[in-house]
């Protein structure tokens, strides 16, 4: 059957995020922090830096093709490189950790697999030991690695770890995906999906669209909701599909997009915590859980995404297992990288 290995990950994420918790620790080094990442873990960077940040954590994200290209802006004055990669043999991220080297940055690896060259070269590692999804396309390995690094950082900004009863949630997004996601289309693929999201929600939307391109090999695009007024929705028809990440904390603005939104073409979905609905049963929902601040649900508000990434594929009968024009891992040609 199509799709049963990228299914099976979506569904049992939680024991990859319950084994990466004994990894979580302070950061042995300080910052100010880069956390870097090539396509997937490139939007997990970004969700991490924003995450950072909003515990008062100096960071920002830059992909690991800028820092390769332009050192000298990536890796200026004093800091801590964050690389990220599943399979901590990423070419780029090999590269970028090259570059640190150059300027006396310590470098933290985070991963799925302690024996890989990153881990290995690395100064520190975070590792998720069951994160490895053993397809192409990044499901758990993406959702567990974000959760050890929010530990990570509420450890780091001395604030109390997330607690482990927050984990057994990812299993209640599954099952409201596969009860909300399949009437939503109704056998109808979408022409087009945009994936809204902003600040720790960014990332989270990019992913999400990536995910849909990657397993579909269909059009999916990100944007933050009140840009997406700026232009974006110039483009859109009764055909498309648009995903809502919303935040509690600027529910008020956010809120007055899906409104438009609703009154422009039909297909909306809000992915967001109880307390951002206005209307029940005006649009699609799938709820996060109610209590603890936004910044903490990218783990979750992920899972949705995927799923309705998989559903699509197999709407337009491809298979999510075997995506075309992509491998698991981007390996490139180098001499320099030492052995």
Same mark, same amino acid.
């Given at each position: 059957?199509?799709?049963? /290995?990228?299914?099976?990950l $979506?569904?049992?994420?939680?024991?990859?995020?319950?084994?990466?918790?004994?990894? +979580?620790?302070?950061?042995?080094? !300080?910052?100010?922090?880069?956390?870097?990442?090539?396509?997937?873990?490139?939007?997990?960077? /970004?969700?991490?830096?924003?995450?950072?940040?909003?515990?008062?954590?100096?960071?920002?994200?830059?992909?690991?093709?800028?820092?390769?290209?332009?050192?000298?802006?990536?890796?200026?004055?004093?800091?801590?490189?964050?690389? $990220?990669?599943?399979?901590?043999?990423? !070419?780029?991220?090999?590269?970028?950790?090259?570059?640190?080297?150059?300027?006396?940055?310590?470098? $933290? +690896?985070?991963t799925?697999?302690? @024996?890989?060259?990153?881990?290995?070269?690395?100064?520190?590692?975070?590792?998720?030991?069951?994160?490895?999804?053993?397809?192409i396309?990044?499901?758990?390995?993406?959702?567990?690695?974000?959760?050890?690094? /929010?530990?990570?950082?509420q450890?780091?900004?001395?604030?109390?770890?997330? *607690?482990e009863?927050?984990?057994?949630?990812?299993?209640?997004?599954? %099952?409201?995906?596969?009860?909300?996601?399949?009437?939503?289309?109704?056998?109808?693929?979408?022409?087009?999906?945009?994936?809204?999201?902003s600040?720790?929600?960014?990332?989270i939307? %990019?992913?999400?669209?990536?995910?849909?391109?990657?397993?579909?090999?269909?059009?999916?695009? +990100?944007y933050a909701?009140?840009?997406?007024?700026?232009?974006?929705?110039?483009?859109?028809?009764?055909?498309?599909?648009?995903?809502?990440?919303?935040?509690?904390?600027?529910?008020?603005?956010?809120?007055?997009?899906?409104?438009?939104?609703?009154?422009? %073409?039909?297909?909306?979905?809000v992915?967001?915590?109880?307390?951002?609905?206005?209307?029940?049963?005006?649009?699609p929902?799938?709820?996060?859980?109610?209590?603890?601040? @936004?910044?903490?649900?990218?783990?979750?508000?992920? $899972?949705?995404?995927?799923?309705?990434?998989?559903?699509?594929?197999?709407?337009?009968?491809?298979?999510?297992?075997?995506? +075309?024009?992509?491998?698991?891992?981007?390996?490139?040609?180098h @001499?320099?990288? *030492?052995?």
């Amino acid at each position: 059957m199509r799709g049963t /290995q990228v299914y099976h990950l $979506i569904q049992h994420q939680a024991a990859a995020w319950q084994a990466a918790l004994p990894w +979580a620790q302070p950061l042995p080094c !300080s910052g100010p922090y880069v956390f870097s990442g090539s396509g997937s873990s490139y939007y997990l960077a /970004q969700t991490a830096a924003h995450y950072a940040l909003s515990l008062g954590i100096e960071a920002r994200a830059v992909a690991s093709t800028d820092l390769i290209l332009e050192p000298e802006i990536a890796l200026r004055g004093t800091g801590c490189l964050i690389i $990220i990669s599943r399979s901590g043999t990423t !070419s780029e991220a090999l590269w970028a950790m090259q570059a640190a080297r150059e300027v006396a940055w310590p470098v $933290i +690896a985070v991963t799925c697999h302690a @024996d890989s060259p990153l881990a290995t070269h690395a100064d520190h590692l975070l590792l998720s030991p069951q994160g490895e999804d053993a397809t192409i396309v990044m499901v758990q390995s993406f959702s567990s690695m974000l959760f050890l690094l /929010q530990q990570v950082l509420q450890l780091t900004a001395t604030s109390a770890l997330l *607690p482990e009863t927050f984990i057994a949630g990812a299993n209640d997004m599954v %099952q409201q995906a596969a009860a909300v996601i399949p009437p939503l289309l109704d056998g109808r693929p979408p022409r087009r999906l945009y994936v809204l999201g902003s600040g720790v929600r960014y990332g989270i939307a %990019q992913e999400g669209a990536l995910k849909a391109q990657e397993m579909s090999n269909q059009c999916a695009m +990100a944007y933050a909701p009140m840009e997406f007024r700026h232009g974006p929705w110039g483009s859109l028809t009764p055909d498309d599909l648009i995903v809502v990440l919303g935040q509690t904390r600027h529910r008020s603005q956010e809120i007055t997009v899906v409104r438009d939104l609703m009154h422009r %073409q039909g297909r909306v979905l809000v992915i967001a915590q109880p307390q951002w609905h206005d209307s029940p049963g005006r649009y699609p929902t799938i709820q996060l859980p109610a209590s603890g601040p @936004d910044r903490a649900f990218g783990p979750f508000a992920v $899972i949705p995404l995927q799923y309705l990434a998989w559903h699509w594929t197999l709407l337009v009968n491809k298979d999510p297992d075997h995506p +075309a024009n992509i491998t698991q891992v981007v390996e490139l040609d180098h @001499d320099d990288f *030492p052995e």
